[in-house]
């Protein structure tokens, strides 16, 4: 049954409000949200639109539209609110966070009756925004808008992107926090979801012993998003915290198998709905590199390095675990959903590398020296991840050295050492071998890792690109990532320039290597 599309107002109206219309920067409590409007901008202009998310909505961009994505007006059936959470950041208590330069427009019911959440990235300050101005710059919102939508079309979990839009007004950053601020371009992301709600979420009311607004979240997520639980109570509790961590081990898995890092999965970083969400410092393994995180501030203890990710997820659930415990009051049920997650990201982890290698599954007798091989192999020399593993569907495994290994050649940032082609060699032997176990026939080899290797994947260096492009007012190259990025699967043969590893112009460079959480 096809509905008119139309703005609901079910999170205001059925969990507690801050009780003050007050816009100034200050601790909210026993309420889940403060109603807000967004600071109108002096010249909005469209940068991007995505086509595929608005046909999800079933809207079409207008000039009204343009004025309530950039927070000019308001469309009829709009409460604009941010909502109020904490979080531990960097393994730290933080207190209060929230919204800071958030405004969710309302949740939009679609013609096929789906309730998407519309939030606006930089839309003006809350009562959330501490020592912030609300405000957004063009290149953090570019690259969120850019990664949502890639990584949709990689098939991982995520929050999408609807348009990005720049505001004709500047705002002040310190990009390096090397106290050299400067005037960049405003924009703000439309972000889309079912739902915004995060760990910090359950975590601040559990700070404040908060029992009452704690049930009443509680209750309000699992009705609106996990009515398959049932009714909310301590049976529908321990399942939907157990399917938390069943969604958010799959999440990881896919993270691991793209070669994604996030660079600041703090708890307030971290979807209860399983969705990739706050697109910051984030980066792509560039050389595979299991330390590497791209995120300055963690520079130094490196704790939320690509490695680190699933220990990190594990542990952002304990600390969700510990919120729900006046609900549950049962360490067994909680104990079980922690259980499920390593269960999750296991089986997951284990099946998405199996099809990135083009087996079956994992599991035949010498699998662990293969895998364990292989990682050491892709460590001894700077190798290219995404490409290693798309051009190893290449490899012919009948030739002998040393064509066999020349497909992944181009996956190496200098040419294969004495030290590594050895290594290289026995490598193959064995997964020659655990190919043929598998009886794959050699032409069914490569469409099958295919589907599982993307060719293109959100590099850094491409984002910075198009960020060099759009400051000058040139939104081609953009468009035409954008555009590439929604098929990462497919060869593209015309965008190969595209596929490329990183460039030795951008080791180092900023916005390419390494980014702040400045934006």
């Keep these: 049954m096809k509905s008119s599309p139309e703005f609901l107002d079910r999170f205001v109206r059925t969990l507690p409000g801050d009780p003050s219309n007050h816009p100034g920067v200050r601790q909210v409590l026993g309420a889940c949200y403060s109603r807000v409007l967004p600071t109108p901008v002096r010249e909005p202009r469209l940068l991007a639109w995505s086509d595929e998310v608005a046909d999800l909505l079933g809207v079409r961009f207008d000039a009204d539209w343009l004025a309530a994505l950039s927070g000019n007006r308001l469309l009829p059936g709009m409460q604009p609110y941010a909502a109020c959470y904490g979080g531990h950041q960097f393994g730290q208590w933080a207190g209060q966070l929230g919204d800071g330069r958030a405004i969710t427009l309302g949740e939009w019911q679609a013609p096929d009756q789906r309730i998407w959440e519309l939030q606006l990235k930089g839309a003006g300050m809350t009562p959330y925004s501490r020592r912030a101005d609300g405000r957004a710059v063009l290149r953090s919102s570019l690259r969120e808008y850019l990664c949502s939508e890639a990584m949709h079309a990689l098939g991982v979990p995520t929050t999408r992107a609807l348009s990005l839009i720049a505001t004709g007004d500047s705002v002040v950053r310190d990009m390096l926090y090397d106290g050299n601020p400067k005037a960049e371009p405003g924009a703000i992301v439309c972000r889309v979801a079912t739902s915004f709600v995060r760990f910090g979420n359950f975590e601040i009311f559990a700070s ?281 699967y497919d060869e593209q043969p015309e965008h190969a320039d595209l596929a490329a590893k990183r460039p030795e112009w951008a080791r180092h460079k900023a916005g390419c290597s390494m980014l702040s959480c400045s934006s």
């Design 208 to 488: 404040r012993d908060d029992t009452d607004t704690l049930r009443h979240l509680a209750n309000h997520v699992i009705q609106t998003c996990f009515p398959e639980l049932g009714p909310p109570g301590p049976d529908a509790y321990a399942a939907w915290f157990e399917t938390i961590c069943r969604r958010t081990g799959l999440l990881m898995a896919h993270w691991m198998r793209v070669g994604f890092v996030h660079g600041v999965m703090n708890t307030d970083n971290l979807s209860i709905l399983g969705l990739t969400i706050d697109y910051g410092p984030y980066g792509w393994l560039e050389d595979y590199d299991p330390n590497w995180t791209p995120n300055t501030t963690d520079a130094g203890g490196r704790r939320y390095a690509y490695g680190n990710q699933p220990a990190i997820a594990e542990w952002n659930l304990g600390m969700l675990a510990r919120a729900l415990w006046p609900l549950l009051d049962d360490a067994q049920a909680l104990e079980n959903g922690l259980a499920t997650y390593g269960e999750a990201f296991n089986r997951g982890h284990s099946e998405m590398l199996a099809a990135k290698l083009g087996l079956a599954a994992l599991g035949h007798p010498g699998d662990k020296a293969l895998i364990s091989g292989l990682f050491t192999l892709l460590g001894r020399q700077e190798t290219d991840y995404t490409l290693f593993f798309r051009q190893l569907a290449r490899v012919d495994l009948t030739q002998a050295e040393p064509q066999r290994s020349q497909p992944l050649q181009v996956a190496y940032y200098a040419p294969i050492s004495a030290q590594t082609q050895p290594a290289l060699i026995d490598w193959l032997d064995l997964y020659a071998a655990r190919i043929r176990a598998d009886s794959i026939p050699p032409e069914a080899r490569q469409p099958r890792m295919d589907r599982a290797n993307p060719r293109f994947v959100a590099r850094n260096y491409l984002a910075q690109q198009a960020i060099d492009a759009a400051t000058q007012g040139d939104m081609s190259v953009l468009e035409r990532l954008t555009r590439v990025l929604k098929r990462p």
